[in-house]
């Protein structure tokens, strides 16, 4: 989770990367991605996230849309499932 900035500050969940993306469900319900292009609202994922957002956005000092803001003032959380990690107790491998 992160504390990240869009209009005010509020929370945000990342759910997944691809290198130039961040895959992310944003709790505020806004239809048009802040007016920008690269920002893009996803409404056939809801369990899995909402928005996929540009790494660029993200670690700026600024208070722009989905930034970090002042390092001094930033805030994350992270969360890890021991039961569902995979190990390799816990995973098969298949040699052909």
Same mark, same amino acid.
Request: charged share 25%.
């Given at each position: 989770?992160?504390?990240?900035?869009?209009?005010?500050?509020?929370?945000?969940?990342?759910?997944?990367?691809?290198?130039?993306? =961040? &895959?992310?469900?944003? +709790? @505020?319900?806004?239809? /048009?991605?802040?007016? *920008?292009?690269?920002?893009?609202?996803?409404?056939?994922?809801?369990?899995?996230?909402?928005?996929?957002?540009?790494?660029?956005?993200?670690?700026?000092?600024?208070?722009? =849309? &989905?930034?970090?803001? +002042? @390092?001094?003032?930033? /805030?994350?959380?992270? *969360?890890?499932?021991?039961?569902?990690?995979?190990?390799?107790?816990?995973?098969?491998?298949?040699?052909?």
């Amino acid at each position: 989770m992160l504390r990240l900035f869009s209009d005010e500050w509020h929370y945000v969940l990342l759910t997944g990367e691809d290198g130039e993306h =961040v &895959y992310m469900f944003d +709790p @505020y319900y806004d239809q /048009e991605g802040y007016g *920008l292009d690269d920002i893009q609202i996803v409404e056939n994922c809801p369990t899995r996230y909402n928005r996929i957002v540009p790494w660029k956005y993200f670690n700026k000092i600024a208070l722009n =849309v &989905y930034s970090l803001g +002042p @390092y001094q003032g930033r /805030e994350a959380i992270i *969360l890890f499932n021991k039961n569902t990690e995979l190990t390799s107790e816990k995973t098969i491998e298949y040699f052909i």
